[in-house]
């Protein structure tokens, strides 16, 4: 590790990846400096994985490290610049595709799968045209499927062509705890590694930590005094059923990306991540906070006999309110304080009957949970009832066009819950108002998936480049 470096970027999740891929392609010169608070992807494992049983590492391997929590992530790349975030707030639409069409060959040369889902058009407009009779809206978008070893392994091969082959270095269980301005334009950043704080000098500086370090970035700016708007706060409870259920839209789909204006309070209530023949998983943020999520693998083999997906409501807080992720981890918070730190499960059946779900009802269960250390109890205690309600009516409405998704051995974990940081105010190279600081991908409230994260990346090292 040297003290000066031409770029260093926080974060080492697909944001930060593709920045210093885009840069060792342009400017092969520049010295590059990658800073993670987790570790390099091949130390990464989840002692869950073949245990069953979270062991609560710090930091959370599924969470930090090299790829961000992309490494053990179903590893999807969706091809729509309409999905995944925001970046048509900042680039036009012909230059969005083009951009995603770029990551994408990239994804591709380190050997992601060739196989594109989602572009049967006849079946497609099938199925929305029957979502479209109960106010359901099919969101349209091709996706890449990697599967979650195989998104490991592009990943791995990322790690060592920036490693071996360019002039790029990685910090792994680093914390940055402060970056430094002078004169108004960033000037490096102060880091935490090994009990000792090290000041290392950067000419440009990228935040992009990703989901986990949300706060982290929300903090920073608050110190710095730069603009941010508050985004929506997505909560809600991750859908088991078996793939018999999902299969005629998975088939084709292999993301049935729905959405719906809930009956009662009109939330809207959309699906995310659905993951055929997966597994649901759980995955640990600063604080011990435990959250589910959901991944499948790409081989056969590994495939189980269950489809799992979010169900997510969102809701946008208008001032005083500023504090979008607190309010997020506060509710996930409740669900760990009854399962004493774990995921929560309850059948359908009992949450509409309004009992707890327990072990004896849990065996009842013809859905068979794949995640087999979650706690059987009674989510009306976590989530609130707006929530509740919303999930509840769009099962009901989705039972339409995925019949048996509305049945009492339905299986809902909770709590997931996706922490977007405020949204920065940046031009469109997403530079901030400190000249040469940079803040991109997940953690920035900028994107919510890898493809659109990678892309961020690529803007910014384009524009560092243009700089030099």
């Known amino acids: 590790m040297k003290n000066k470096y031409d770029v260093a970027i926080v974060g080492a999740g697909p944001a930060g990846i593709f920045t210093a891929l885009e840069l060792s392609a342009l400017s092969p010169e520049l010295s590059v400096l990658i800073v993670d608070k987790g570790k390099n992807i091949e130390k990464r494992t989840c002692p869950e994985r073949t245990t069953g049983k979270c062991v609560k590492c710090s930091p959370c391997n599924i969470t930090f490290g090299w790829s961000g929590a992309g490494a053990f992530s179903d590893g999807k790349l969706s091809l729509s610049p309409e999905v995944g975030g925001r970046i048509l707030e900042y680039l036009p639409e012909r230059e969005a595709k083009e951009l995603i069409k770029y990551c994408d060959d990239i994804y591709l040369r380190f050997g992601a799968n060739k196989k594109v889902y989602g572009l049967n058009n006849e079946k497609i407009d099938s199925i929305k045209y029957e979502a479209s009779k109960h106010n359901i809206r099919l969101i349209e978008c091709p996706v890449r499927h990697l599967g979650t070893e195989l998104a490991y392994e592009v990943n791995r091969r990322m790690y060592h062509h920036l490693i071996d082959n360019t002039n790029t270095d990685f910090l792994e269980l680093t ?275 890898l493809m659109q994260a990678s892309a961020t990346g690529i803007v910014v090292a384009r524009d560092i480049a243009g700089k030099l």
Not at 298 to 311: C, G, V
Not at 355 to 370: F, H, N, W, Y
Not at 406 to 413: A, G, I, M
Not at 421 to 426: M, N, W
């Open 175 to 449: 914390e940055v705890t402060d970056i430094l301005v002078e004169d108004g334009a960033v000037c490096g950043v102060e880091i935490w590694q090994n009990g000792e704080k090290t000041v290392i000098r950067a000419d440009f500086v990228v935040a992009a930590p990703g989901r986990g370090g949300a706060e982290w970035l929300a903090k920073e700016a608050r110190k710095l005094q730069l603009n941010t708007t508050n985004n929506a706060v997505d909560i809600g409870v991750r859908v088991e059923v078996p793939n018999s259920i999902m299969d005629h839209l998975t088939k084709d789909l292999y993301e049935a990306k729905l959405v719906y204006f809930s009956d009662t309070f009109e939330n809207k209530v959309r699906t995310f991540c659905m993951n055929p023949g997966g597994v649901v998983s759980a995955e640990h943020y600063e604080g011990s906070i435990a959250v589910v999520n959901g991944h499948s693998y790409s081989e056969k083999e590994l495939r189980t006999e269950n489809t799992n997906f979010a169900m997510l409501v969102s809701t946008t807080f208008t001032e005083p309110f500023n504090k979008p992720i607190t309010y997020g981890k506060y509710i996930a918070e409740l669900g760990n304080m009854l399962t004493g730190g774990g995921i929560m499960v309850q059948r359908l059946g009992d949450l509409l009957q309004g009992r707890r779900t327990d072990r004896s009802r849990l065996g009842k269960s013809t859905t068979i949970p794949t995640l087999k250390s979650a706690v059987p109890g009674d989510l009306s205690f976590v989530l609130p009832q707006r929530h509740l309600t919303a999930i509840v009516e769009a099962l009901k409405a989705f039972d339409k066009i995925a019949p048996g998704l509305y049945s009492k051995n339905t299986l809902l974990y909770g709590v997931e819950v996706k922490f977007y940081s405020s949204k920065f105010d940046t031009n469109n190279s997403f530079e901030t108002d400190i000249k040469n600081l940079y803040t991109i991908g997940d953690g920035a409230g900028i994107t919510r998936g």
